[in-house]
């Protein structure tokens, strides 16, 4: 299954190995969504997880997502990191020479 980095970070955050309990709680937040885009993006990936082939390779494919966005989450966090550390430093030396 194909997802995008938005679908990774929901079930990253909202989901769980219980196949049928993240599809409800997806469907939940569709329900309570505040807009009409979140309602459409929450509800599609509730769809999009409700499938009898789903169930099949859901902890699995769980498992690896968590592992997956863990390490996607420390790299953005070094990036952070270095952006902040090279943003100290042209303050001290001054900006470099744009060619």
């Not at 499938?51 to 990036?79: G, H, I, N, P, V």
């Amino acid at each position: 299954m194909k997802m995008n980095i938005f679908e990774k970070k929901a079930l990253y955050s909202f989901g769980c190995p219980n196949h049928e309990a993240t599809v409800d709680r997806l469907q939940m937040i569709a329900a309570i969504a505040p807009d009409y885009e979140t309602q459409k993006f929450f509800l599609g990936l509730a769809i999009k997880l409700d499938t009898d082939d789903a169930k099949r390779w859901y902890q699995c494919f769980f498992r690896t997502l968590r592992e997956e966005m863990e390490s996607y989450y420390d790299a953005e966090l070094t990036m952070k990191l270095a952006e902040l550390s090279t943003y100290d430093m042209e303050d001290e030396y001054g900006k470099a020479n744009e060619v």
